[in-house]
């Protein structure tokens, strides 16, 4: 299997059905009234550019490697799996305060021009944030709408088991995110709790749960769930920690946003935490005031990004990936058949996960 030409079809068939349902959700939103559908038309075309549909991909070949022949329900569960990817970036892009994602406008920048222009009067900023949120509430209900809807077995209420727990992760994982590790001083910073972090808020809703999600679907055994669990996991950390690593040194046009934002917003990743410890005393002082600083300058952005680069983490980091991948790719091998086209995929995923540069 060419996996990037796997990662091409997938995307291809997968964003004409995502067309389809988002056609007919609007239709059906005209029914109520022209605000609502004119919300939906913006969360639209915040999915439609950019995204690589991970999730969703995930779910379709975590339902491969159990049955050859897919059930096309499964296309719901993906499309249940970007509407809920897409509900958790409006809301992160409002709790970040960017107005770019992926090279465009966020739903809450386009409503900011929108009311300066239209209503001058109001506070263009709440009222933006304000519709955003709810922007970000409309694609969880039809994320939540598309599982309801599947039909009912004792495979799809295992599977549902599995969606609202991988929510309850996300929150909980956001929720320390801004109010517990963020809110933490650099001295103070716990590793095995970020890490617990980044799983959480990140990592098992992007890999571990679309994967066994599918797999549950499929009507996977046990031996084969606590294959995808474990490997899951770790895969889901490495893509969260190579996101980290991107988010300061990756290429803007790439990446889509500015490799200062984490810098600016003061993200307590793995990296920071472990740079940190690295550097002396007098550098020590120095990242604490820029860290978090929006006001910083840029020359001092800069020095904080060398002093990263310098500090030799990010090499460390690229190694504990890349036994994170090697250790995952093991456990699949054990389990699943070497044959089966969807376990090669996911070996190639694997390896890109570990190599992406955006």
Same mark, same amino acid.
């Given at each position: 299997?060419?996996?990037?030409?796997?990662?091409?079809?997938?995307?291809?068939?997968?964003?004409?059905?995502?067309?389809?349902?988002?056609?007919?959700?609007?239709?059906?939103?005209?029914?109520?009234?022209?605000?609502?559908?004119?919300?939906?038309?913006?969360?639209?075309?915040?999915?439609?550019?950019?995204?690589?549909?991970?999730?969703?991909?995930?779910?379709?070949?975590?339902?491969?490697?159990?049955?050859?022949?897919?059930?096309?329900?499964?296309?719901?569960?993906?499309?249940?799996?970007?509407?809920?990817?897409?509900?958790?970036?409006?809301?992160?892009?409002?709790?970040?305060?960017?107005?770019?994602?992926?090279?465009?406008?966020?739903?809450?920048?386009?409503?900011?021009?929108?009311?300066?222009?239209?209503?001058?009067?109001i506070d263009n900023k709440h009222y933006a944030?304000?519709?955003?949120?709810? @922007?970000?509430? #409309? !694609?969880?209900?039809?994320?939540? %709408? &598309?599982? *309801?809807?599947?039909?009912?077995?004792? +495979?799809?209420?295992?599977?549902?088991?599995?969606?609202?727990?991988?929510?309850?992760?996300?929150?909980?994982?956001?929720?320390?995110?801004?109010?517990?590790?963020?809110?933490?001083?650099?001295?103070?910073?716990?590793?095995?709790?970020?890490?617990?972090?980044?799983?959480?808020?990140?990592?098992?809703?992007?890999?571990?749960?679309?994967?066994?999600? @599918?797999?549950? #679907? !499929?009507?996977?055994?046990?031996? %084969? &769930?606590? *294959?995808?669990?474990?490997?899951?996991? +770790?895969?889901?950390?490495?893509?969260?920690?190579?996101?980290?690593?991107l988010g300061i040194f990756g290429n803007i046009?790439?990446?889509?946003?500015?490799?200062?934002?984490?810098?600016?917003?003061?993200?307590?990743?793995?990296?920071?935490?472990?740079?940190?410890?690295?550097?002396?005393?007098?550098?020590?002082?120095?990242?604490?005031?820029?860290?978090?600083?929006?006001?910083?300058?840029?020359?001092?952005?800069?020095? &904080?990004?060398?002093?990263?680069?310098?500090?030799?983490?990010?090499?460390?980091?690229?190694?504990?990936?890349?036994?994170?991948?090697?250790?995952?790719?093991?456990?699949?091998?054990?389990?699943?058949?070497?044959?089966?086209?969807?376990?090669?995929?996911?070996?190639?995923?694997?390896?890109?996960?570990?190599?992406?540069?955006?």
């Amino acid at each position: 299997m060419n996996f990037k030409q796997a990662l091409i079809d997938f995307k291809t068939e997968f964003d004409q059905k995502l067309d389809e349902f988002l056609n007919l959700k609007i239709e059906e939103t005209k029914l109520y009234n022209p605000v609502m559908t004119q919300n939906l038309e913006y969360i639209g075309n915040g999915l439609r550019v950019g995204g690589k549909r991970f999730r969703p991909t995930m779910a379709y070949f975590g339902y491969k490697l159990i049955q050859p022949e897919v059930n096309p329900e499964i296309w719901n569960i993906g499309l249940a799996l970007e509407l809920f990817h897409s509900f958790a970036l409006i809301h992160d892009d409002i709790i970040d305060k960017s107005l770019v994602r992926r090279g465009h406008p966020t739903i809450e920048a386009i409503y900011q021009a929108q009311f300066l222009k239209t209503h001058p009067q109001i506070d263009n900023k709440h009222y933006a944030a304000s519709a955003a949120i709810l @922007g970000g509430d #409309f !694609a969880l209900v039809l994320a939540n %709408q &598309l599982i *309801a809807n599947l039909e009912n077995s004792p +495979k799809k209420i295992k599977m549902e088991r599995l969606f609202y727990e991988m929510q309850f992760e996300l929150v909980a994982g956001q929720v320390d995110d801004c109010f517990g590790v963020g809110l933490s001083t650099l001295d103070d910073l716990d590793e095995a709790r970020i890490i617990n972090m980044l799983k959480t808020k990140s990592g098992n809703y992007s890999i571990q749960k679309p994967l066994l999600m @599918g797999a549950q #679907f !499929a009507g996977a055994n046990q031996k %084969q &769930l606590d *294959a995808l669990k474990s490997s899951g996991e +770790k895969l889901g950390l490495v893509f969260q920690i190579k996101d980290d690593i991107l988010g300061i040194f990756g290429n803007i046009d790439e990446i889509g946003k500015s490799n200062f934002s984490d810098i600016l917003e003061g993200k307590r990743t793995l990296l920071m935490a472990r740079a940190y410890k690295q550097v002396n005393a007098d550098q020590k002082a120095k990242f604490k005031t820029i860290l978090g600083n929006e006001q910083a300058s840029l020359e001092d952005i800069l020095w &904080l990004k060398d002093c990263v680069a310098s500090s030799g983490v990010v090499l460390d980091l690229e190694r504990y990936c890349l036994d994170l991948v090697l250790a995952a790719k093991m456990e699949l091998c054990d389990v699943f058949d070497q044959e089966n086209p969807a376990l090669q995929f996911l070996l190639d995923l694997s390896d890109y996960l570990y190599q992406r540069t955006k």
